[in-house]
C-alpha cells in the first residue's frame, strides 16, 4: 500500500475548482462535440434505424448526463472548502449554487434539443416518445430545476 | 512602456482547449472503469482501503475525492517530490526513482542524475553551502545553538532578531520592521491582528491562500475583485464606502486594499502606483504581499516598490518573506512604527509561536548585508541583483523567440510556460529531466483546466551557458511534443536581448564600482517627485554622481 498527497498545486485561494470550470473557453463546443461523436458511433451500428439512433443517442445522453451532473457528489479531487461540497453534486456546486446563470441554461437547452431531434428522426412515433419525452423530464430537466436543488428524493444519494 | 505593455496572457488557443477537454473525459472514463474493476476484485487493488472491521461506520473520506489522486495523479508522480541530495542552488543532484507498477510504489536504483535546478524559489542565489552567510549561520549555530525554544514575548527574543528588523527596515525604507518564523503564518495571524469584524478587506483574485486565510480569520466582509483589474478595485471601492456593511448599512471602520507584488502562478506584477493613487483618493489602505518581487524586482532589489519608484511609506503595511530571495525562512512586515508596536502587542504568531531560529535569522541578516554592500566580496549584491535582471530577461526573451506561450510580466523572474494539455504535462516533466532541467509543472486543479504549465524560477545563480543550455533543451523537448502554440510574434521589449546584450549588463556591474550607489551600502536615490507608473529603467537620478558614471560608461561602451 503506498502513501500518495496530491499537490492541489501550491496554495490556492479558490476552495473549489470544480464551479468555474465550467465558464472555460470551448467547454460548451467540447460538450456538443461529445454528444456528435456518440450520436455518430451509435449511428454507424448497421441494423438500426436513423429513429430508433436517435433515441439511443437521446436516452444514452440523459443518462449519462445524470450521472456526471446529478449522480456523483463531491469534487475528484480533495477541495480547500473543509467537505462543504461534499454532499452537493456537480449540479448544485456549478457557478457555487447560483440558479438561471449561462451555463445552467445551456445545460437545459442541450437535452431539449437533443429531445426534438429525436422525436423528429423517429417521426413522432408514440413508443419512441413516450420513452424520450420520460427520459428527458426525469433524468434532464427535473434534476435541473431551482426547486430540486439539494432535494434528494427518499434519501436516496443523500450522503 | 506602461506595465501592460511588457505583460502578456496569450488565451488558450481554441481547439487545444477542445482537445484539453477531450484529455481529460478520457482519463475520467478510464478512471471510472478501472476503479469498477478494482472495486469488484477484477484487478488488484492497491488503493489504501478501511480495515473490515469499519466497513459499516460513516466513511472518513469519500472514494470520489480521491478518484484525481489515484487515477491522474498516481499515474505521472514521478513529476513531483523528487528527492535531492544537494544544495538546491544553480544545479542539483537528483535520486533516481522508476516505478514498476505504474506509480504505486517507487524503486531507488541508488543512481542520481545531475539537473539543472528550475524549481527552487532562489531568487538572489543565496542557496549555497559555503560564503559568508553560511559561515555566519554556523557561527550563530555556536552561540545561540539551533532552536529558539521560546516565543518573542517570552525567552525568545535574540539580539540577532534585533539586528534583522532593523536591517529589514532600512531595506525597505520602512520606519520598523517585525519579523515571524514562518511566511504562511505572517500574513495568516497577523491580519486578525490588523483588523476585525466590521471592516472590509478587498482581495485579489489570485492572492496565495495565506492572505486568504488571514482575511477569512479577521471577520471582516471580504470582496474579490478580478486580477490587477483596477477599475474593479475602484468600483468595489465605492460600493464599500457608498453601501457600508450588509444590513446595518454602518460605515465600514477600515478597508484593506490586499494585494502581492509578483503572483508566482501568472509571472504577474501589481499594479502599485495606481493602487496607491486610488488608496489616497478613498482613504483605504494598502496591504502589499512581496513574498516574490522583495530581493527580485526593481534596479536595488527592494521590491515591486522599486521597481514602480514609490514611496515606501505609501503603502501602510509591507509584508514579505525571506524563504525566496534570502536562502532563509521566515517573513516580516514593515511599516510605520505605531504598526509595528502594535504588532508587536497583538500578533497571534509573534506571542504563541516559537521565534526564527538563530542559524536562519544569521542567514538572512547577511544575505541582507551582502546586498546593500556591507558583506561579502565587494559589489557583490549588485552583482547578483543584475545577474537576476540579466538572466530574467535573456530567458524570457530566448522562450518568446522559440514560439511557446509565456506567461507574465519582463522582469518576473518567474516564468511559465503554457502546456495545456493533461498528456504533456508529464511527458514535459520527464523528457526535461532526461535531458538535465528539473522544472515543476501543474496541472488541474492547481491551475485553471485549460492552462496546465510548466514554471521556471530563475536565479542568480544560473550563468547565461546554462540558460542558453536551459533553452536549447526546452526547443527540444517543445518541439517533440508540439507544445510552440503562440501565434503572435514575440514582443517588442525582445528586439535587443540577445546573448551579446546580457553579457555587456553584467560587465557593466563588474567593471565599476559604484562608490555612492546603493548596492555599496549608499542610501538608494529616493524620486521626490509622486511615483509614475513607467518603471524607472531610462529614469536616473541625475544627483547621483555614481550613476552618472554608469550613463557614461554605457555611452562609451555603445
Known amino acids: 500500500q503506498s502513501k500518495q498527497a496530491m499537490q492541489v498545486g501550491t496554495a490556492h485561494s479558490d476552495p473549489n475548482p470544480n464551479h468555474i470550470y465550467f465558464n472555460s473557453r470551448g467547454i460548451w463546443m467540447t460538450y456538443i462535440i461529445f454528444i456528435l461523436i456518440a450520436h455518430f458511433i451509435i449511428l454507424s451500428i448497421p441494423f438500426i434505424s436513423v429513429g430508433l439512433a436517435w433515441t439511443l443517442t437521446c436516452q444514452v445522453h440523459n443518462f449519462i448526463t445524470y450521472l456526471w451532473l446529478h449522480w456523483e457528489k463531491g469534487a475528484p479531487f480533495e477541495p480547500l472548502d473543509q467537505g462543504e461540497s461534499r454532499t452537493l453534486t456537480h ?65 436516496i444519494n443523500k450522503w | ?117 528550475f524549481g527552487s524559489y532562489n531568487y538572489l542565489g543565496f542557496a549555497e553551502t559555503d560564503g559568508p552567510c553560511a559561515d555566519a549561520a554556523a557561527a550563530a549555530t555556536e552561540t545561540f545553538g539551533c532552536g529558539v525554544g521560546s516565543p ?33 503564518a505572517t500574513n495568516a495571524l497577523n491580519m486578525p ?108 532589489g527592494r521590491g515591486v516598490v522599486d521597481y514602480f519608484g514609490c514611496d515606501p511609506r505609501d503603502v501602510d503595511v509591507l509584508m514579505g518573506t525571506f524563504t525566496k ?10 511599516g510605520s512604527q505605531h504598526l509595528v508596536a502594535l504588532l508587536r502587542q497583538r500578533s497571534h504568531s509573534g506571542l504563541y509561536g516559537a521565534s526564527l531560529p538563530a542559524p536562519v535569522a544569521a542567514q538572512v541578516v547577511t544575505a541582507f548585508q551582502m546586498l546593500m554592500g556591507r558583506a561579502g ?18 530567458f524570457r526573451a530566448s522562450l518568446h523567440r522559440l514560439g511557446v506561450i509565456v506567461y507574465g510580466h519582463r522582469t518576473s523572474p518567474v516564468v511559465p510556460v503554457m502546456i495545456f494539455m493533461p498528456g504533456k504535462i508529464a511527458a514535459f516533466g520527464r523528457e526535461t529531466l532526461k535531458r538535465g532541467l528539473g522544472t515543476v509543472v501543474v496541472g488541474y486543479p492547481a491551475t485553471p483546466i485549460i492552462e496546465s504549465r510548466a514554471r521556471f524560477c530563475l536565479s542568480a545563480a544560473h550563468s547565461l551557458d546554462i540558460i542558453d543550455r536551459s533553452v536549447q533543451i526546452i526547443d527540444e523537448v517543445t518541439s517533440l511534443l508540439l507544445m510552440k502554440y503562440s501565434r503572435r510574434p514575440p ?68
Not at chain 2, 381 to 389: H, N, V, Y
Open chain 1, 91 to 155: 449540479w448544485e456546486q456549478l457557478d457555487d449554487g447560483v440558479q438561471f446563470t449561462a451555463n445552467k441554461k445551456f445545460l437545459l437547452v442541450v437535452p431539449t434539443v437533443v429531445f426534438l431531434l429525436a422525436t423528429f428522426y423517429s417521426r413522432y412515433d408514440q413508443i419512441h416518445f413516450i420513452a424520450n419525452a420520460l427520459s428527458l423530464v426525469v433524468l434532464s430537466i427535473a434534476p435541473k430545476l431551482p426547486m430540486f436543488y439539494r432535494v434528494r428524493l427518499f434519501g
Open chain 2, 1 to 117: 512602456m506602461s506595465v501592460e505593455h511588457e505583460e502578456q496572457f496569450e488565451p488558450t488557443p481554441y481547439v487545444v482547449a477542445i482537445i484539453t477537454y477531450i484529455g481529460y473525459v478520457m482519463l475520467a472514463v478510464f478512471g471510472h472503469m478501472r476503479d469498477f474493476l478494482r472495486n469488484h476484485g477484477f484487478e488488484k487493488n492497491l488503493i489504501a482501503t478501511e480495515p473490515a472491521r469499519t466497513k459499516d461506520f460513516v466513511p472518513l473520506y469519500q472514494n470520489f475525492e480521491s478518484f484525481y489522486t489515484r487515477n491522474l495523479y498516481r499515474r505521472i508522480r514521478d513529476c513531483w517530490n523528487r528527492p535531492i541530495r544537494t544544495c538546491p542552488g544553480a544545479e542539483f543532484e537528483l535520486i533516481d526513482r522508476k516505478s514498476p507498477d505504474h506509480g504505486w510504489s517507487f524503486e531507488y536504483p541508488g543512481t542520481h542524475t545531475r539537473a539543472i535546478n
Open chain 2, 152 to 184: 518573542r514575548a517570552e525567552a525568545g527574543n535574540l539580539d540577532l532578531h534585533t539586528r534583522l528588523e532593523a536591517t529589514v527596515a532600512e531595506f525597505v525604507g520602512a520606519e520598523d520592521a517585525i519579523i515571524f518564523p514562518m511566511g504562511f
Open chain 2, 193 to 300: 491582528a490588523l483588523i476585525g469584524k466590521g471592516c472590509c478587506v478587498l482581495s485579489d483574485e489570485l492572492n496565495h491562500s495565506s492572505l486568504v486565510l488571514g482575511a477569512r480569520l479577521t471577520g471582516a466582509k471580504i470582496k474579490v475583485f478580478r486580477h490587477n483589474d483596477i477599475a474593479d478595485v475602484e468600483a468595489k471601492l465605492r460600493d464599500a464606502i457608498v453601501y457600508g456593511q450588509d444590513r446595518t448599512r454602518r460605515p465600514f471602520k477600515k478597508i484593506l486594499i490586499v494585494v502581492e507584488g509578483v503572483y508566482s502562478m501568472e509571472g504577474s506584477v501589481t499594479r502599485l502606483p495606481e493602487l496607491i493613487a486610488l488608496k489616497k483618493k478613498y482613504k483605504a489602505y494598502l496591504y502589499l504581499d512581496e513574498a516574490h518581487s522583495i530581493g527580485a524586482m526593481g534596479p536595488h
Open chain 2, 325 to 334: 530571495s534570502f536562502g532563509g525562512a521566515g517573513g516580516y512586515i514593515a
Open chain 2, 377 to 394: 566580496p565587494p559589489g557583490e549584491g549588485a552583482r547578483r541583483l543584475k545577474q537576476l535582471e540579466v538572466n530574467t530577461q535573456y
Open chain 2, 491 to 558: 514582443p517588442a521589449w525582445t528586439a535587443g536581448i540577445t546573448r551579446e546584450w546580457a553579457e555587456a549588463q553584467l560587465k557593466l556591474v563588474d567593471q565599476q564600482r559604484r562608490p555612492h550607489g546603493a548596492a555599496n551600502g549608499g542610501p538608494v536615490p529616493r524620486r521626490p517627485v509622486e511615483c509614475r507608473g513607467d518603471p524607472p529603467d531610462k529614469v536616473a537620478d541625475e544627483n547621483d554622481a555614481a550613476v552618472k558614471d554608469n550613463l557614461a560608461a554605457v555611452a562609451a561602451a555603445s
